[in-house]
Each structure stands twice: as C-alpha cells, then as structure tokens.
C-alpha cells in the first residue's frame, strides 16, 4: 500500500476548492527546491536541476468529468558540463508539462464504459488520493525532456583537440603538422642513410690527411 500524500510536501497540491465542478479553474504560482539528488531533475553525469536549487512554479488546475487536469511550467537553472570541451555550463530550463489526475471512483465507471482491453492504459492512470495529488514524477519527466541530451557551452564550441586535449575555443590557430606514417618510415631511413654517407666521408678525409702527412 504506498504512503499517504502529505500536504506539507511543496509538490503535493490540494484541489479541494475545485469541488468537482466541472469547468471549475485555479491558478497558483509556488517556488520550490529541486529535490533529491543533483540527478533527479536531470540527465545522470550530463545535465541537470542541482539539490535545493529554486524552481518556479505556474499551475493551472482545471476540473473535468474524470478528475483534474493539470498544466503548467517549471522555469529552473539545470548546471552541468559541455560534451564537447567539458567546460562547466548553466542553462535555463522552461519545461511545459500536463497530467491527468483522475478521481478515484472514475476508475469503476470507466470500466463499465470501455473495453476490457484498455486496463494496461488504466495501470498508468494516476488517481487524486483524498484530493491531494503529487506532481513530483510529472515534473521530474518533464525537466528531463527539457533539457539537451548533449549540452554544449555554445552552437559552434570547437571542442578539444584530438592528439593533446587543448581546448580548441582558447587557441583558435592550435593545430598538429600532419605525418603520414607512410613516409615517416622513409624519412628516418634517408636519415640513417646520410648518416652513414657522413661517416664514410669523414673517414675517406681522414685518410687523405694522414697521406700528406707522411
């Protein structure tokens, strides 16, 4: 059996003055802190909505036959690491989410009204618990698609070089003469070549010395 909705939790909102109206509207407005860990507003090891950073709620709860509908935005600062430099970065975040919280007496008239066969879609309906809901799992899924799978500190952030790791963005002119390993085998055979055509040179006016000395 889970545990029972708390009304202090920020993320758990009454609807009882919608009094099963339908039509019946409330706008509300609430700045909250991020919960949990730094990944629980965002990508694990990429980006996301640090623990205790503020997040600003703008909610509008609106009865209908089955239960509350709710829409709204979390405008948050998500923190994290450029995939390309892997430079710290900021971002904010608009994330748009909406959600259907169900009475949960609809359940049984749903089933006298639809097919047997829609009850894998009623295991993902969620239900209004003594007219309480938690919007924590509907606004964690939201941020999440908000933000960039790949962040970036900018469009065209260069990256890191490949052969040294320098951050390309600091040295725009940074770059590594090309060899083909091709030739570079060749090259160090012509070296030991001409080495060796200096030593026999060396050796040839040596001997020459020694004659016009005698």
Known sequence: MSARLD???????DTHELGRRPGALQRLTR???????????????????????????????????????????????AEGEC???????KLEVDADFQEMF???????????????DDAEEDEDR?????????????LRDAVVLALPMQPVCRDDCPG?????????????????????????ALQGLAGTIQDGEKDDVSGAEAGVDEKQEK
Do not use: K
């Open 83 to 89: 995939v390309r430099c892997l430079e710290p970065l």
């Open 126 to 138: 969620l239900y209004l618990e003594d007219g309480l809901f938690d919007l924590e799992p509907a």
């Open 7 to 13: 009304h202090r939790n920020p993320l758990v909102f």
């Open 31 to 77: 700045s909250i802190e991020a919960p949990g860990s730094p990944d629980v507003f965002g990508i694990d090891g990429v980006i996301g909505v640090p623990e205790g950073a503020p997040v600003e709620l703008e909610i509008r709860l609106e009865s209908v036959m089955e239960g509350v509908l709710v829409t709204g935005t979390a405008r948050a600062s």
């Open 102 to 116: 169900s009475y949960p007496d609809a359940d049984d008239r749903s089933r006298t009204a639809e097919p047997a």
């Open 160 to 184: 890191l070089c490949s052969q040294c790791g320098a951050r390309l963005a600091d040295d725009p002119d940074h770059h590594h003469d090309a060899v083909d390993i091709r030739w570079a």
